[in-house]
């Protein structure tokens, strides 16, 4: 498949995790004729349920991968997890998309934050940290707070710590320490946002407006649109994830997300972290776009043109997580859409599903 092929409605595309994700980009890839195909090692999983076509295997087991690999036309994944040589083993038979350098700087921090300088975007400052010297190096160099983190398998603010005072270090160490560290300077930020750019395989990229973000206990609770930001944040955070998506020679969406440190005349953006794959901050495409961003996902990797990414009303998106979704039925009133991800176990601090409340009609940033 060359960088200008267009697979036709009724091709097969390739999944690799099970989760929402997985589940949202393949109701996607069948609105637009496209057949898929999951493969994910829980027989669990809530993507199984809307597509015939499965496999339930470990990312390692490479017969499973091959077959999986040569029953369809192109690969894509729900997690930045997915192992590189589960890539390659399948790069052997399809077209994986996006590409394995997002999957290398999206796995490990230091290599992210590396990356994002070198294409010209700013991240909080930060020094690697292996073993107790460098950490105490660090702080010297870096400050009060700070924020200690793994640099592999991270999310919803899983491994890592605050660090307050010096006599905090130490405890800060022995919970998350013994693998490869970063030390970030605390940003006291203003707010959190998030873009979701969409880039094709010829290179055409589109972005969605950015969501303003709220985490309650290190997980996202809320995406508002429009987000509390002057137009000229707005653009900037635009022109960074273009950037960003521009330098990794990237096909399919992303989600970057950003610290607003000044927000006014000279917006001061940071990029926190990005997620090569569809991101929950743009869940509210669903209700209020032309085009979502889990299809303009399966048309990117497709080769298709992009859908319009346009924002037709103000939305709130708000996850529902553990328990909450219980009352989906009750809280899916007028203009709310509901999401419920189909997941058998409800567990604290599981994503079950997420709700979409649309206002009015598109109003303009700030
Ligand atoms: P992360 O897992 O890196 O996305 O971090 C999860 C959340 O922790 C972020 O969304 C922020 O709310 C907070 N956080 C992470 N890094 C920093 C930082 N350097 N300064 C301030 N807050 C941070």
Redesign the pocket.
């Known amino acids: 498949m060359s960088e200008r092929t267009v697979l036709r409605s009724g091709s097969r595309v390739g999944i690799l995790g099970g989760g929402q994700l997985g589940r949202m980009l393949s109701l996607a890839a069948s609105r637009l004729g496209m057949k898929t195909h999951i493969f994910c090692p829980d027989p669990e999983s809530p993507a199984f349920e809307v597509t015939p076509h499965k496999t339930v295997a470990a990312y390692n087991d490479e017969a499973a991968l091959e077959a999986f690999a040569k029953a369809v036309d192109v690969v894509t994944y729900e997690f930045e997890n997915v192992p590189v040589e589960t890539a390659a083993v399948i790069a052997r038979h399809a077209p994986v998309r996006p590409g394995p350098k997002a999957l290398e700087f999206s796995q490990d921090r230091l290599a992210e934050k590396r990356f994002l300088k070198r294409a010209g975007v700013a991240v909080?400052p930060y020094k690697p940290v292996m073993v107790r010297g460098d950490l105490y190096a660090a702080l010297l160099e870096i400050g009060y707070p700070a924020?200690l983190?793994t640099t592999r398998l991270?999310?919803d603010?899983k491994g890592?710590r605050t660090i307050r005072v010096r006599e905090e270090a130490e405890k800060a160490l022995a919970e998350i320490g013994g693998v490869q560290l970063v030390l970030?300077?605390?940003?006291p930020?203003e707010k959190?946002i998030s873009v979701i750019v969409v880039r094709g395989a010829d290179g055409q990229s589109v972005t969605y407006d950015p969501a303003e973000n709220v985490?309650t206990d290190?997980i996202l609770k809320t995406s508002t649109l429009p987000a509390k930001i002057v137009p000229a944040t707005a653009r900037r955070a635009s022109e960074m994830a273009r950037a960003v998506a521009d330098a990794l020679d990237y096909v399919g969406a992303m989600g970057v997300?950003f610290?607003v440190v000044r927000d006014g005349d000279d917006p001061q953006l940071m990029v926190?972290?990005i997620a090569p794959r569809v991101h929950n901050s743009g869940h509210w495409t669903e209700a209020v776009c032309v085009t979502d961003q889990f299809e303009n996902h399966i048309r990117a990797i497709c080769g298709w043109p992009l859908g319009d990414p346009v924002r037709l009303a103000d939305v709130v998106m708000e996850n529902l997580i553990g328990e909450e979704v219980a009352a989906i039925a009750v809280r899916s009133t007028r203009g709310v859409q509901p999401h419920h991800y189909g997941k058998g176990e409800i567990r604290a601090g599981r994503k079950m599903g997420h709700i979409n409340i649309v206002g009015l009609p598109k109003s303009e940033t700030a």
């Open positions: 909080a924020i983190k991270g999310y603010g890592q970030e300077k605390f940003i930020f959190e985490h290190h997300e610290f926190n972290e």
